[in-house]
DNA sequence: CGCAATAATGTAGTACGCAATATAAACTAC
DNA sequence: GTAGTTTATATTGCGTACTACATTATTGCG
């Protein structure tokens, strides 16, 4: 029989796993009531912040690469909720812009957050709680590979 | 502007996000050392626990759909970690066994899910207040829609 | 003019959810 | 008790997405 530290349940990236599409699952509905995606809701929630990113500051943003993005921006694109634009001065690079629509969807999204919030939370102390902690783990994961090589 | 509830950095669901794709990657490394991608790492958790499953049964401790995981088997079955094979009392069920293969990798994967830990953790207290808590959110989310139908 | 840097695109493999299908078992009606 | 319906189980197909890797295009520097 297994070792605990093998039992599926006592896994804590099979919680966080779960949770993830748990959440995705919840936000689906309210999303498709927009016409939108998960990843393209996280990427228009970047775009309501800054109004114009260009491709490669939003893959920063969304910790995500430009081959996922990419795409992503010509679905969005399609759908008429953003406008992409090679850089004049920068030939290179493209700028992201929000269309009208992309726009005035800010207002229908706006009940969004606070319907999965009523669902997840029981309080606003559970909510630094957790981002805290969250942030925590994640900024562990992000810097670099823990034991190796250290620093 | 946005309004804060709709600033990126404050979306509990992003980090989640973020955090479950940052120790995908911290595992794929360890993973790909046995042979196994991280889905089929967390069926293969399952099926060292029970050694013997049917389909049904593994979908809902996975908590995935019939149509993400019988294709995931096949894949570890090709890979000759597991064995399908159609009930004779019921033919329509499938049972799911560990191949001797398959069985050997458990002592290769003991090492794993240490290895994370180190990364993610600083103590026993801090691992039971994490598990706690995503435990916690998930049996919320899982029950059933929350502000819907009452009960 | 080459060479390196940056950004965008393309490709292949895996994953996930949903819908449709095939087959088998169980249940109902008469 | 058999015919027809319903339920259960697994598979397949489709659309979207993420990752790693390779390729292309533009720019800036030596």
Same mark, same amino acid.
């Given at each position: 029989m +297994?070792?605990?530290?093998l039992?599926?349940?006592?896994? /804590?990236?099979?919680?966080?796993?779960r949770?993830d599409?748990?959440?995705?699952?919840?936000?689906?509905p309210?999303?498709?009531? /927009? %016409?939108l995606?998960? !990843?393209q809701?996280?990427?228009?929630?970047?775009?309501? *912040?800054?109004?114009?990113?260009?491709v490669?500051?939003l893959?920063?943003?969304l910790?995500l690469?430009? %081959?996922? #993005?990419? !795409?992503?921006?010509?679905?969005m694109?399609?759908?008429?909720f953003?406008e992409?634009?090679?850089? +004049?001065?920068?030939?290179?690079? #493209?700028t992201? &812009?929000?269309?009208?629509a992309g726009?005035?969807?800010e207002?229908k999204? &706006?009940t969004v !957050?606070?319907?999965?919030? +009523?669902c997840?939370?029981?309080s606003?102390?559970?909510? %630094?709680e957790?981002?805290?902690l969250? +942030?925590?783990?994640?900024e &562990?994961?992000? *810097?670099r590979a823990c034991g190796?090589?250290? /620093?």
């Open positions: +297994s070792s605990p530290e039992l599926l349940s006592n896994q /804590l990236c099979f919680l966080v796993h949770l599409r748990l959440i995705n699952a919840r936000y689906k309210l999303l498709s009531a /927009l %016409g995606t998960y !990843p809701y996280l990427a228009m929630l970047a775009l309501w *912040e800054r109004q114009e990113l260009g490669g500051e893959c920063e943003i910790d690469d430009t %081959g996922t #993005v990419s !795409p992503l921006l010509k679905r694109e399609s759908l008429g953003v992409r634009q090679r850089r +004049s001065d920068d030939e290179r690079a #493209v992201v &812009r929000l269309s009208e726009r005035a969807l207002e999204a &706006r !957050p606070g319907a999965l919030a +009523s997840l939370l029981r606003e102390a559970e909510y %630094g957790l981002k805290a969250l +942030s925590g783990l994640i &562990r994961l992000d *810097e190796e090589s250290g /620093l």
